[in-house]
Each structure stands twice: as structure tokens, then as C-alpha cells.
């Protein structure tokens, strides 16, 4: 044999007996070789195996008593960088938890010096949006400060607070800052008002010339049957015309398209960058928490499963049934406190109650897995996970 070729030929000589011996042992021992950590490789915590298990349970029962709904979960300790997630690299509609996002981009305006949070806008009569919050109490034509409708447009969700600080700093910026902070895993975020617009346009394109004052009269009808009928007024066709022959196929349709959405990895990237300073400054990043701490939206979410000596800075977010809660856990320890990202959505199921019962559950199995708790799976602080999901209900927003 060629000297040159005789390592080659050893080589493959040994691969082939390590072959014929790994065939010669029972499948267990091979399977259990493949999976032993490598040399010098770090255990993943206990908590993240338990955790793990308890979402997929989660996720077992909400799928047993909805096929055709889904929960998704992605949480990351920032301490020592382990992670668990539960179909967090796929695509979720995040509702208004996009309007995180829309603040960071509004605050560094504050820090460049465009404006201050004291900075007046005026409220016009296109500005209304239909939802949550207190703006839409004000009459056209008063001027509301920057600080106010962030803290709105947070705390309490307030889609016209939303839309009228993106108009302030443009949607196009907000959608710079996001892919500059995240290059991957989000879809274009759009205007509050122009969620309804593509919604409703899905039924027929004349949507896309609705108004505020639309949008408003739209939400008043009590029943879908009552929206299909008042949309083919306000547009001033049939509604037999109509291209989808509900307003749940609407949404369904909009949600498809992917905007709105993200992966929740993504997200909660979003979230470590927001508590790391890299993206504002201290005094902002520390502000923008306080604010988040403060949401008032969502108290039967994530934070009614977490113990009551922990934080969470947090934004939800809740559609036709879509409804989301994300945000950062704050646990007080005697050195640096200890900082936990959470990103978790609800998708297929219509009854708001039961989604926001599976993320209280969320909440609950983060405690349990001792991730909180110095390691205790027993804690007396964190809640008993119920063992049902509550019965069918009707209720939407």
C-alpha cells in the first residue's frame, strides 16, 4: 500500500469496527450513547426539562378540548442564557404587544432630542381608533402630551394613542428600529387603524377608506351579523358581495397574511435587548419598565400565575381569538436581580376566559419549575395548577 494513503486506510479500517460494535449492542445503549452530553458540555438546568414538560401538558389540554387552537411560549433566563420554547420559532399574530416596539422608537426620538415627553400633540378627528384607553374621551382638537399617550397607549392599550404616536414618528421607523434591533423573525408592523382596514378588507377592498369614526361605529354593533350588515352600508354595497361570508373568515384571512406577527424567540430577543440598555439609553430602558410594570390590561394572564414577590413588566395584547402577553419577570435577589424574558401567545380558541386561563397556566408552570424559587418545586408562592380549563364561553375583544 501507497504510504501516502495508509492513514486514510487505517481511518477507515477503525470507523468500520466502531460500526460493526455499535451494531452488536442492544438499540437502547446506542440511543443512549447518542444522547449523552458531550465532553465539557453544561447540563441544562433542571428547570427547563420540567418547564418544558408542564407546557407541553399545557398544550395537550388546550389542544383536547379546541383542535384547532394553539399556545406557543418562549422563556429565557438572562442570567445564565438557558431557554425553553414551545413553538417559539414559529410565526405568531402579537396583537398589541407590537406597541413595545412603537415606544422604543418613540423614546429615542426623546433621547435624540426631537421632542420631550412633554411635547403636545393634537388630537384630530381621524385620529380615533375603536379600543381601550381614555384618548378617545378627548374632543378633537386638544393637545395631549407625548408622555400621556405612551402611557396610554401601554397601560391600557389605547389604539388611538397608538396610531397617533406612530404618526409622530412614522410607521416606517418603527419598522427600521425593529429590524436593526432584530433582523430576523418579525413581519411589518402597520398602523392600529390599518389592522382594521385590512381586516375588513378581506370582506371587500373599499375597507381601505374607512375612518376613524368608522372604525367607532363598526365596534358599537353587538353582534358579527350587525358589523357585516353596517360595513355594507358604510360601503355602500351588498353584503351578499362580500368576498368571505363572515367576519371570523375576515380575520382569518388578515392573520394569514403575516402582519402583525413574529416568532416569539424573536420577541423576546426584543425584550433582553429592552432590559440589556441596547435599545435606549439607561434612564428610558428604566422608564420604559416602570411604565410596562404598571399595565392594567390582562391581570388573569401570566402575572396571576407568578408570586406576588416577583415583578412583571409586561404588554398583552388581544384580538378575535389571538390574545398574547409578553414581558420581562423581575425575581429581587441580595446580589443583581435576576431577569426572566416571557413571550406567550394564544391562537384558535374563541373564548377569551379559556385563552387567558392557558396563560395564567404559563405563569404558574414557570413558578413550579422552580426558575423563581431558587431551585424549590414546591414553594408555597406559587399557585396549584388547575387541572381543567373552564367551560366555553363568548367573550371577545
Given at each position: 500500500?501507497?504510504?501516502?494513503?495508509?492513514?486514510?486506510?487505517?481511518?477507515?479500517?477503525?470507523?468500520?469496527?466502531?460500526?460493526?460494535?455499535?451494531?452488536?449492542?442492544?438499540?437502547?445503549?446506542?440511543?443512549?450513547?447518542?444522547?449523552?452530553?458531550?465532553?465539557?458540555?453544561?447540563?441544562?438546568?433542571?428547570?427547563?426539562?420540567?418547564?418544558?414538560?408542564?407546557?407541553?401538558?399545557?398544550?395537550?389540554?388546550?389542544?383536547?378540548?379546541?383542535?384547532?387552537?394553539?399556545?406557543?411560549?418562549?422563556?429565557?433566563?438572562?442570567?445564565?442564557?438557558?431557554?425553553?420554547?414551545?413553538?417559539?420559532?414559529?410565526?405568531?399574530?402579537?396583537?398589541?404587544?407590537?406597541?413595545?416596539?412603537?415606544?422604543?422608537?418613540?423614546?429615542?426620538?426623546?433621547?435624540?432630542?426631537?421632542?420631550?415627553?412633554?411635547?403636545?400633540?393634537?388630537?384630530?378627528?381621524?385620529?380615533?381608533?375603536?379600543?381601550?384607553?381614555?384618548?378617545?374621551?378627548?374632543?378633537?382638537?386638544?393637545?395631549?402630551?407625548?408622555?400621556?399617550?405612551?402611557?396610554?397607549?401601554i397601560v391600557y392599550s389605547d389604539n388611538t394613542a397608538s396610531d397617533m404616536l406612530i404618526g409622530l414618528v412614522g410607521i416606517r421607523e418603527v419598522n427600521a428600529l425593529v429590524a436593526s434591533l432584530v433582523p430576523k423573525g418579525f413581519e411589518r408592523i402597520t398602523s392600529l387603524a390599518d389592522v382594521r382596514r385590512q381586516a375588513y378588507g378581506q370582506l371587500d377592498p373599499g375597507a381601505a377608506h374607512l375612518s376613524g369614526h368608522d372604525f367607532l361605529v363598526l365596534k358599537a354593533q353587538r353582534t358579527d351579523a350587525d358589523r357585516m350588515k353596517t360595513l355594507a352600508l358604510l360601503l355602500q354595497v351588498p353584503a351578499s358581495g362580500f368576498r368571505l361570508r363572515s367576519l371570523g373568515e375576515a380575520y382569518d384571512a388578515y392573520y394569514a397574511s403575516g402582519l402583525n406577527s413574529g416568532r416569539l424567540d424573536a420577541y423576546g430577543e426584543l425584550l433582553a435587548l429592552l432590559v440589556e440598555g441596547k435599545a435606549l439609553g439607561a434612564a428610558y430602558t428604566a422608564y420604559l419598565l416602570g411604565v410596562m410594570d404598571g399595565v392594567k390590561t390582562g391581570p388573569r394572564r401570566i402575572r396571576a400565575g407568578l408570586p406576588p414577590q416577583v415583578r412583571f413588566a409586561h404588554k398583552t395584547g388581544t384580538q378575535r381569538a389571538r390574545i398574547c402577553d409578553s414581558g420581562v419577570i423581575t425575581v429581587p435577589r441580595p446580589g443583581p436581580d435576576q431577569r426572566i424574558v416571557v413571550a406567550a401567545c394564544v391562537r384558535g380558541e374563541p373564548s377569551l376566559d379559556r385563552s387567558e386561563r392557558v396563560l395564567r397556566q404559563v405563569g404558574e408552570a414557570i413558578c413550579a419549575s422552580g426558575l423563581l424559587t431558587h431551585g424549590k418545586l414546591h414553594d408555597p408562592s406559587c399557585r396549584s395548577l388547575p387541572s381543567v380549563l373552564p367551560g366555553p364561553g363568548a367573550d371577545e375583544r
Open positions: 500500500m501507497h504510504r501516502r494513503f495508509a492513514p486514510f486506510a487505517a481511518r477507515r479500517f477503525v470507523r468500520s469496527l466502531a460500526r460493526s460494535a455499535l451494531g452488536a449492542l442492544p438499540a437502547v445503549v446506542v440511543l443512549m450513547m447518542a444522547a449523552a452530553p458531550r465532553a465539557g458540555a453544561a447540563p441544562a438546568p433542571g428547570w427547563t426539562q420540567r418547564l418544558q414538560a408542564e407546557l407541553q401538558r399545557i398544550e395537550r389540554q388546550l389542544e383536547g378540548s379546541r383542535r384547532s387552537a394553539g399556545v406557543g411560549v418562549y422563556v429565557r433566563d438572562l442570567s445564565s442564557g438557558a431557554s425553553v420554547s414551545l413553538h417559539g420559532q414559529e410565526p405568531w399574530y402579537l396583537a398589541s404587544t407590537v406597541k413595545v416596539p412603537v415606544a422604543i422608537a418613540v423614546l429615542r426620538g426623546v433621547e435624540r432630542g426631537d421632542y420631550t415627553l412633554e411635547t403636545t400633540l393634537t388630537l384630530r378627528a381621524g385620529d380615533y381608533v375603536d379600543g381601550a384607553g381614555a384618548t378617545n374621551r378627548h374632543a378633537a382638537g386638544e393637545a395631549l402630551t407625548i408622555r400621556y399617550l405612551l402611557e396610554q397607549m
